[in-house]
């Protein structure tokens, strides 16, 4: 099997080299079309649905607002799982999300089942702004012509007297 490759091979080399550079060219389109990202965002799709009801105990928000918007939320199509969190007179609920679902189609879900709660009067539930970790990242350097300023001192520079917010 193998010699019987290896002859017809040898017998039609321009065959068997314009195969190559067909395979060659085919890759190198295929990378050029490859979309790869510096920082890809590894985040999961996720929703978050915050609401305020100042002076009110963290047992109160949790069968008054959290538990009815959990309820709700449940049966959002591609959501993955709920996770929530009260606190004295703030409830957050996170939806997270499947891959196949896009960010947008999630937060108008989300927009339409929270017309649905039923909450106590004063009580308005929001959306949580639409961001990723990956959106944190941020690169500067530090550069200097004047000779007086050597690695050392820009680095002083940077550690005291640029803001990082």
Do not use: C
């Not at 002859?7 to 195969?19: E, K, M, P, S, T």
């Not at 890759?27 to 649905?49: H, I, T």
């Not at 409830?91 to 649905?116: A, P, Y």
């Amino acid at each position: 099997m193998i010699r019987r490759l290896v002859d017809f091979a040898l017998g039609n080399r321009f065959l068997v080299l314009a195969v190559a550079i067909l395979l060659f060219a085919w890759g190198v389109v295929s990378f050029k079309r490859l979309p790869v990202e510096a920082y890809p965002d590894v985040a999961n799709n996720y929703v978050d649905v915050i609401a305020q009801w100042p002076g009110i105990s963290a047992e109160q928000i949790e069968q008054q607002i959290t538990i009815p918007v959990e309820i709700v939320m449940n049966g959002i199509p591609g959501i993955a799982h709920v996770r929530s969190w009260s606190i004295f007179g703030l409830s957050t609920v996170e939806m997270v999300f499947g891959e196949e679902t896009t960010n947008f189609e999630n937060r108008q879900r989300v927009l339409e089942r929270l017309s649905q709660v039923t909450l106590p009067p004063g009580v308005v539930p929001q959306m949580g702004t639409d961001w990723s970790p990956v959106g944190q990242i941020y690169w500067y350097t530090l550069q200097s012509t004047n000779p007086q300023y050597d690695v050392m001192n820009l680095k002083s520079l940077e550690d005291w007297l640029v803001v990082k917010t």
